[in-house]
């Protein structure tokens, strides 16, 4: 599908004539909160790891349509800090899944300058996981083209906690003022503020509900909630969430002169 998607003479991308995206207008930093696997599988009388099989190649389409239309951040929910209470089989099963992969995906991430990065409580996943993500994340780490996170063992509430951890033993350790702590100060410790505020926030499967994804960036985010399964989840509806977002006019707490 991604063929046919193309630049049309006014500088926008085109996906089979249906679906017009203006180039200029893109969002910077999309987040999408891939939920849904469990009841693709459900639906088809399969164990719920193949619907997170499903998943994943979902996630190889979209990394790659964003890479092409010139995203420059991605963040991808791929396991929530909550999901370690899931079954033990179902936890084993994604952690598989996401060391297969970081092995399947090396040489496209290397060859198309993405930079892949993880935020989250990393500490908890298995050595050889954490491995191969370490591994990975450094080898690409000069990747200029567009920055794509992995959100594992990840929770907005705990990352927000742990920035005011590290901010309180500055403050007891005489390195900083209560009063220098401000927005700037809280956003660098934390890690998912790296790639700057999600300008899109997507969420498959049809619950509206952010399940601790982004808290602190999502402040102004732009949300975007599709009823579609995620390993349904196809190119055609990444340009409808963007067309989406383009249609619409963010304030920031302002009037704007032309409303
Ligand atoms: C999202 O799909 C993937 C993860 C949370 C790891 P789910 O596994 O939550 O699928 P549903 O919501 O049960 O269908
Ligand atoms: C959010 O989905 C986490 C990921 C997509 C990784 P969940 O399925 O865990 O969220 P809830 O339980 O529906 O809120
Ligand atoms: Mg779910």
Known sequence: MLENTAISPQGRPVLQGETLIEARNLPRHVGIIMDGNGRWAAQRGMPRPEGHRAGSRSVRRIVRLARRIGIEAL?????????????????SALMALLHDYLLSERREILDNDIRLAAVGNIDKLPEWVRFALDELCKTS???D????????????????????????AEV??????????????????????RVGE???IIRTGGETRLSNFLLFG?????LYFCDRLWPDFTEKDLFAAIDSYQRRQRRFGLVLDDG
């Open 75 to 91: 963040t991808l929910y791929a396991f929530s800090f909550q999901n370690w209470h899931r079954p033990d089989d179902e936890v």
């Open 172 to 193: 007891a350790a005489g390195r900083m003022r209560p009063e220098d702590i401000d927005l700037g100060a809280l956003s660098a410790n934390i890690p998912s503020m």
């Open 198 to 200: 999600p300008d899109l």
């Open 141 to 143: 780490a000069s990747g």
């Open 145 to 168: 083209r567009m920055t794509l996170t992995l959100a594992l063992s990840y929770g907005g509430q705990e990352e927000i906690v742990a920035a005011a951890r590290r901010l309180a």
């Open 218 to 222: 999502s402040a102004y985010a732009e």
